[in-house]
DNA sequence: ATATTTCATATATATAAACTAGGAATTAGA
DNA sequence: TCTAATTCCTAGTTTATATATATGAAATAT
């Protein structure tokens, strides 16, 4: 019951292009740089997220990314629904098969529904905004005082 | 974030011992084969639960498994975290290294807890009896009406 | 004694995660 | 128009984990 590298590689990119905001374009190179991020296996993410259009491109000398919407319009679920597949707990396809009813699979099924509601609930509850304020918190408590 | 077939076979273990209860030693082959779940794989899955003191077991001829407790004192929460190993997220032991302030880590680190949290309270609140109601009641709308 | 059963440990296979690699396509700027 | 910088595309590699199988020893009711 594991998050992958992939949805959190996914969530501190577009947290680390909130940040660093200038209306220009941002280049990979200095994302994985900071973010100490394979920058080959970023780029393999990142086809993910231009496909859903939470990103906005150029390629060529200069070229980047930066946000395609603000910070506060994208929750945490769906980045994450995005890069992990849906987060289910259990992928029943295929295991609904005759017979399923005495092996307390199907009651077990409405187990990891719920599982998955509250999940998601919570997910989509947070927002990239709100984890750059929590970062910025953290950048106060440690550094300024 | 999947719950693994380990958790899922433990889960359908108990509960098939809690729906066979004879006050008996209920044989692990009887089980498998219900269940239809590889014994020997059952046989790797069970140390974790005896080890927890979850089954009452003993071996030889006429040899077999009980619940250790009745069926309203496992918590579905208890039991995966036993299969599944925690039931966190993310594991972030190695994680927190020099500069994890700045990559937007020690922020998601909230979510994480946050998520872990969610998930827990849920799991925690269902125990195997709730499990074996629903059963039940799948049982009588399928078959008896 | 024997058949039956759990217990312990080793091995195998398949799948997925987590990268790495090479180069084509695009573009700003000289 | 040339060059350097950058994204895009696809394939391959490595490593870890999930999901079992296999073999046989230890225990026990009958």
Redesign the interface.
């Known amino acids: ?3 992958s590298t992939k949805g ?1 590689y996914a ?2 990119m577009l ?2 292009l909130a ?1 660093h905001q200038n209306g220009g374009y941002i280049a990979l190179k200095d994302i994985a740089k ?3 991020i394979s920058k080959k296996y970023l780029e393999q993410i990142i086809p993910i997220l231009n496909g859903a259009d939470l990103l906005r491109t150029t390629r060529g000398a200069q070229g980047g990314y930066m946000l395609a919407k603000t910070p506060e319009n994208y929750t ?1 679920g769906e980045i ?1 629904r995005l890069t ?1 597949g849906r ?5 029943l396809s295929g295991e609904i098969t005759p ?1 399923i ?8 099924m ?3 529904q ?2 998955s509601r ?2 998601n ?3 989509n509850s ?1 927002t990239l905004q709100d ?2 304020d ?2 910025q918190q ?2 106060m408590n ?1 550094y300024v005082i």
């Open positions: 019951m594991k998050i959190r969530l501190r947290i680390d940040e900071r973010q100490n945490v994450l992990e987060i289910s707990p259990v992928d017979g009813e005495e092996t307390g699979e199907l009651a077990l409405s187990v990891w719920g599982l509250v999940v609930e919570y997910l947070i984890i750059v929590e970062q953290h950048y440690n």
